[in-house]
């Protein structure tokens, strides 16, 4: 009777500590209402991208914080419970004077990298006139890379 018992308690008591699940769904946009396709969007060990419209579900613990992160905008972290259809996300500047962009993971010396090397100047950032740095990529020639991924091709 005892192991009857257990079997009945464990997994109440189980769900009980956890808390209710919930699925939280949505779209992700930018200040001027245009969808944001890759982002980040996590709470704990759980994750998923937003999608080329910016459509997202998600399911999380409804006292969990949901976040949600982009590179070139800020990141919004909200309660589960309390997240609306529409997060809208702030763009951020890239503030530098210069962006590395590397491919190795080891330090490399300019003459004798076996890889190719591509340096932007400010005058080449300031022509392309992006906030953006996913857009900014394009300014580097023979630069292949997958999307939703942080690995090259």
């Known amino acids: ?16 500590l956890l808390g209710d699940t919930i699925t939280v769904s949505g779209r992700v946009l930018d200040k001027t209402n245009n969808p944001i396709s890759g982002v980040n969007i996590y709470s704990g ?6 999608q080329a419209d910016g459509s997202y579900s998600i399911n999380v613990n409804e006292t969990s914080i949901v976040t949600f992160s982009h590179i070139g ?14 997060i809208q ?47 900014l990529i394009d300014l580097i020639p023979n630069l292949n890379y997958a999307d939703g991924t942080s690995r090259p091709r």
């Open 73 to 86: 905008f800020n990141d919004v972290s909200i309660l589960a419970n309390t997240i609306t259809s529409i």
């Open 1 to 16: 009777m005892k192991k009857y018992y257990l079997a009945f308690v464990i997994p109440l008591l189980i769900n009980i």
């Open 89 to 135: 996300m702030n763009s951020t500047m890239i503030d530098g004077k210069k962006i590395i962009v590397k491919a190795e993971l080891g330090p490399q010396n300019l003459f004798n990298v076996p890889s190719s090397i591509t340096i932007l100047n400010n005058r080449e950032l300031e022509f392309k006139n992006d906030n953006h740095f996913q857009n």
């Open 45 to 50: 060990t759980a994750g998923v991208v937003s």
